[in-house]
């Protein structure tokens, strides 16, 4: 699985899926930080944390 950012189509994690992983400990395990709340997300530094909404997964087959 890949998680690229939407608005620019930056790759920001790669990681092998465990279908019983929530998307909290996949993003966790690949260095990718959520936001909690709209507000924390604003408040973050450039290149911070991101929403899930900013985010396309892509599944790939290995």
């Keep these: 699985m890949r998680w690229i950012v939407k608005y620019d189509g930056e ?3 790669s990681v092998l899926t465990n279908h019983s992983m929530s ?4 993003c966790e395990m690949s260095g990718v930080e959520l936001a ?3 507000e ?4 973050s530094p450039e290149n ?3 929403i899930p909404d ?3 997964i892509v599944s ?3």
Excluded at 40 to 43: D, R
């Design 11 to 13: 790759e920001i994690g």
């Design 23 to 26: 998307m909290e400990e996949i």
């Design 36 to 38: 909690i709340t709209q």
């Design 40 to 43: 924390e997300y604003e408040h």
């Design 48 to 50: 911070g944390k991101y």
């Design 54 to 56: 900013d985010l396309d």
């Design 60 to 62: 790939e087959d290995l």
